[in-house]
């Protein structure tokens, strides 16, 4: 038999890194070639990754919620011996190691040279020699962990600790860390215990197999503060508390707790950096209009009502959408990025609609592809697919990249507007304000009607001040006589 090790993929052309959100597989597991073996978390994005080939797990190289270097050894498969041909001659990856080389010093083996296997949509990249810390042995393949006394490791434990499936991960420093028999439970409940000062061998577990579950740490840190408690060790409450990632749910704050420390990392890490980055590369303005959407709300309704477009999402932001789209083909110029290593315009013949939309795990920005080509219907069911999407965290890295302009709908949280931060390589992002029924001069007379505001803000290295606000006055135009998307298409 022998090892093939498996590297952790760029998968979103050009990212560095990836957190691993769950492992589907444990040590012992039979694996073929296509079979999802993992969901990392991307820059943006929830991505579940294949094993590239045949073989029985031999190890997990990490646990889930550590962020993991693109190029690193993840997981490593037991082959047949027409296997890979990563492992090198006389490699013994393969061979049972003595018992006692748990506490001893890790020993190093050779990774072959070659190409990292190619995933659909990943492309290629060639891993240079390395040479990396050998498993530690002791772990039962059936990824159970055998009775026996703790081992006290000879070096430090790494911060992320090793999972209860008996295998054995490597830390930081290049040892692997040995596996020692400990309490049952999952990655954030071990978290949890360790911001409430709570030490879980002295938690009674109440769930299932002998699983300490977080309200047994909940009940272990009620009980070490009552009078009449042991007080063993006995710390105070922290001051604060570190949560998860947005994609976790947050452990209960304790009371004495002032403050709240999160984390930045995936999405909200990446989201920070580009808006700083845009912030202060590309020259923002922001110009505002408010106008009457009253027609454009009727339209509204009576397109729902449309037997063509049954089963279709009919919405204000479609028309919006379909509005940008039709200000796009009267100022093409405003579609356009800034290229500043050539020191050129890019002007856009297409046109990628990014939507700004919500998600468990922050903010992204995936956009329609050549939306300027589709039909109101075709640019509905984009927007459909698209939220849902978001919404379930599958959005892919290559459904936000190429954009060329983003609405982003900041009414529906009941605000006027907002002045928007341009999406990187983007010239322009349109915020849209809640629609509010407000006292307006209607041919002459004060009627109440359908208003919003609107705020483009745009690069103005590429668009003058009298190019974003014909834009702006176009987009208007179209609400407020939606007839025009006819006229001016």
Not at 1 to 30: C, H, N, S
Not at 222 to 245: F, H, K, L, N, R
Not at 246 to 260: D, F, I, N, S
Not at 442 to 455: D, E, N
Request: contains cysteine.
């Amino acid at each position: 038999m022998t090892i093939r090790e498996f590297k952790m993929p760029d998968v979103g052309e050009g990212l560095t890194e990836a957190e691993i959100l769950k492992w589907y597989v444990q040590p012992g597991d039979t694996v073929t070639d296509g079979q999802v073996v993992c969901e990392v978390e991307t820059a943006k994005a929830a991505v579940e990754l294949p094993i590239p080939f045949d073989g029985v797990v031999h190890a997990l190289l990490f646990e889930e919620g550590v962020t993991v270097d693109v190029g690193q050894v993840i997981i490593s498969v037991e082959t047949g011996p027409a296997g890979g041909d990563e492992a090198p001659a006389g490699s013994e990856a393969a061979a049972p190691a003595a018992p006692a080389a748990a506490a001893a010093p890790a020993e190093e083996e050779p990774v072959a040279e070659g190409r990292q296997p190619v995933l659909v949509g990943y492309g290629v990249s060639t891993a240079s020699t390395k040479r990396r810390p050998r498993k530690a042995p002791a772990a039962a393949q059936n990824g159970t962990a055998p009775a026996a006394p703790a081992v006290v490791p000879a070096q430090p434990a790494p911060a992320a600790a090793a999972p209860q499936n008996g295998t054995a991960y490597a830390n930081g420093n290049g040892t692997a860390q040995p596996t020692a028999e400990r309490p049952l439970a999952k990655p954030p409940v071990r978290k949890l215990a360790k911001d409430l000062g709570i030490d879980l061998a002295a938690v009674v577990p109440t769930g299932d197999g002998g699983v300490v579950t977080r309200e047994d740490v909940h009940a272990a840190a009620a009980a070490a503060i009552t009078p009449q408690a042991p007080a063993p060790a006995a710390a105070p409450a922290p001051v604060a508390a570190v949560v998860p990632a947005p994609a976790e749910t947050a452990p209960a704050v304790p009371a004495t707790a002032r403050e709240t420390r999160i984390p930045v990392k995936g999405v909200r890490k990446v989201t920070a950096q580009a808006m700083v980055n845009s912030a202060f590369t590309a020259p923002h303005v922001t110009e505002f209009i408010t106008l009457d959407v009253t027609r454009t709300m009727k339209l509204v309704q009576e397109l729902k009502e449309d037997p063509d477009l049954a089963g279709l999402r009919i919405n204000p932001l479609l028309l919006i959408a379909k509005a940008v789209l039709v200000a796009v083909r009267r100022n093409p110029e405003v579609n356009a990025s800034w290229d500043e290593a050539a020191q050129e315009i890019v002007l856009k013949h297409y046109v990628n609609l990014g939507i700004a939309a919500a998600t468990p795990r922050g903010l992204i920005v995936p956009n329609i592809k050549d939306a300027h080509a589709k039909t109101l219907a075709e640019l509905s069911t984009g927007l459909s697919d698209l939220v849902a999407t978001a919404r379930d965290g599958k959005t892919s890295p290559a459904d936000m990249q190429n954009g060329t302009l983003t609405i982003t709908n900041v009414g529906v949280f009941g605000v006027d507007t907002g002045t928007p931060i341009l999406n990187p390589g983007e010239s322009a992002i349109l915020a849209v304000g809640a629609i509010k029924l407000q006292p307006w001069v209607h041919k002459g007379k004060v009627k109440p009607r359908q208003v919003t505001t609107l705020a483009l803000s745009f690069d103005h290295r590429l668009i003058d001040g009298e190019l974003g606000s014909r834009f702006l006055a176009d987009i208007a135009a179209v609400l407020e006589h939606p007839r025009r998307l006819v006229t001016w298409s």
